[in-house]
């Protein structure tokens, strides 16, 4: 569990802008990145200083990813870029970690939703491939939570469904933001200005087995002269995907396995007599008997989500806006891995007494073994987050803005294995009091109950 608050007192000095000469003007017209693979195009757009401004009399100071100082739409800025509604739409994804994972700054590859730990319903982004701690996830220019067991913020507690349009700093940014910022920045701006109701229901069906996606979404917009509300409500799930089902991950094998193998210390390994002769494996060590652990593992996991979001603004007079969030997500996963395997040591004793072949009298026995009569290990890991902001921005003079911003940010996991898991020091004693033979034939060999 991880709680987070923070009160910020930020003073933003306006920048007074000379004349670009033209030696320093930016190219002309926009330039167009090219899309990586599975990446939609982007627009990055490099804005030509002289153009812009004698097309236009008016200027207006915008917030700019990767800066404290408010700047005009005619300045230069780093090299930002942005996915607006439209990019993240074409996409087909419901998670703004699925629509991130794919863009060419996320070039090493991220976390995503994954069978086998107690952050299996996370998804981050990793820009330059400097790690997911270290790029700096902003919601509308504030800071987020991060995960007690990751350290990195969790894309998932954002729903789609409220994002109008996402920006990549792609430079590191750490002397403005701090270490945390060493690969870039990701700012996600929700949806403001906007009125009516949508209703959006997406399903996307794979071509192979498995990985199944529906969505449901509802956006609802209030605006007046001065006050104006957001609330997004998404519902998604997402079906698991099993290892056996997709032909990268169906060939996993292990060296321990049911039947199992042993040996004396010292000795070579030697496999069970029970294990069948296609799945022996000779090595240097020994002979083992082997496991194909993908046949009952999820490479992605079962993941229901519940996602609410509400954005308000207020203008209270000309200088004063007042700001308020609140947010909240509830998550389910459900994930599986092969059954539970193991070393352990069979004291000489109890050895003696079930006296394998190949066992050494009055010696330990040392064993590889997999309790596949437990059924696969599975687990549940349930999420509950929540977020709320309150704040007021006051422009003073011309030239200055006092932000005065406070939230309360709040992440729990829990984590249940629900089966599948056993404890060495039981298992020990059943085999000691004659309940359980690991070297006994299948239906045979006792209860591990």
């Known amino acids: 569990m991880i709680v987070r608050k923070k009160l910020a007192i930020v003073l933003l000095s306006a920048?007074?802008?000379?004349?670009?000469?033209?030696s320093f003007a930016a190219p002309a017209a926009s330039e167009v990145s090219v899309p990586g693979a599975g990446e939609s195009a982007a627009s990055?757009?490099?804005?030509?200083?002289?153009?812009?401004?004698?097309?236009?009399?008016k200027t207006e100071r915008i917030e700019v990813t990767g800066s404290h100082i408010k700047r005009i739409d005619v300045e230069g800025v780093a090299p930002v870029k942005t996915l607006d509604r439209k990019d993240l739409e074409k996409q087909g994804y419901?998670?703004?970690?699925?629509?991130?994972?794919?863009?060419?700054?996320?070039?090493?590859g991220s976390m995503r939703?994954?069978?086998?730990?107690?952050?299996?319903?996370n998804a981050e982004v990793n820009l330059r491939g400097l790690g997911s701690s270290n790029t700096l996830v902003l919601l509308n220019g504030q800071r987020l939570p991060t995960d007690a067991v990751t350290g990195a913020v969790d894309l998932n507690l954002i729903p789609m469904a409220a994002v109008e349009r996402v920006e990549i700093l792609k430079d590191g940014a750490s002397a403005l933001y701090g270490s945390d910022a060493l690969g870039g920045v990701v700012n996600i701006i929700t949806r403001k200005d906007f009125s009516g109701t949508e209703v959006s229901v997406q399903q996307t069906v794979p071509e192979m087995k498995g990985g199944a996606r529906r969505q449901v979404s509802l956006v609802n917009g209030f605006n007046t002269e001065k006050f104006n509300m957001v609330n997004t409500i998404q519902y998604r799930d997402n079906?698991?995907?099993?290892?056996?089902?997709?032909?990268?991950?169906?060939?996993?094998?292990?060296?321990?396995?049911?039947?199992?193998?042993?040996?004396?210390p010292g000795n070579a390994w030697q496999a069970d007599p029970n294990c069948p002769a296609?799945?022996?494996?000779?090595?240097?060590?020994?002979?083992?008997?082997?496991?194909?652990?993908?046949?009952?593992?999820?490479?992605?996991p079962d993941l229901e989500q519940i996602s609410l979001m509400s954005n308000m603004t207020y203008e209270a007079s000309s200088d004063v806006r007042l700001i308020a969030r609140l947010g909240g997500t509830r998550r389910k996963v459900n994930w599986s891995y092969a059954a539970a395997p193991g070393t352990f040591t069979i004291p000489s004793a109890?050895?003696?007494?079930?006296?394998?072949?190949?066992h050494t009298a009055g010696q330990d026995l040392n064993v590889r073994y997999r309790l596949t009569d437990l059924g696969t290990r599975d687990a549940d890991v349930t999420g509950l987050s929540y977020?709320?902001?309150?704040?007021?921005?006051?422009q003073v003079g011309g030239t200055w803005q006092l932000d005065v911003i406070g939230s309360h940010n709040r992440v729990m996991n829990e984590d249940k294995g629900i089966n599948g898991y056993a404890l060495t020091d039981t298992l020990q004693n059943l085999i000691a009091t004659g309940a359980y033979n690991p070297f006994g034939t299948a239906g045979a060999k006792g209860d591990l109950s």
């Open 350 to 358: 109890v050895a003696d007494v079930l006296n394998p072949p190949g």
């Open 278 to 300: 296609d799945r022996i494996l000779v090595t240097p060590q020994g002979t083992f008997c082997q496991y194909r652990h993908t046949d009952y593992s999820t490479s992605l």
């Open 239 to 264: 079906n698991k995907i099993a290892s056996k089902d997709r032909p990268w991950s169906n060939d996993g094998y292990s060296l321990i396995g049911d039947p199992g193998s042993y040996r004396n």
């Open 387 to 394: 977020n709320a902001l309150l704040g007021t921005e006051i």
């Open 113 to 121: 939703e994954a069978s086998g730990s107690n952050a299996a319903g």
């Open 44 to 57: 990055e757009n490099v804005v030509d200083t002289e153009n812009a401004t004698a097309s236009s009399g």
């Open 94 to 108: 419901n998670s703004v970690g699925d629509v991130l994972r794919d863009t060419s700054t996320n070039s090493f």
């Open 15 to 22: 920048m007074l802008i000379e004349p670009l000469s033209s």
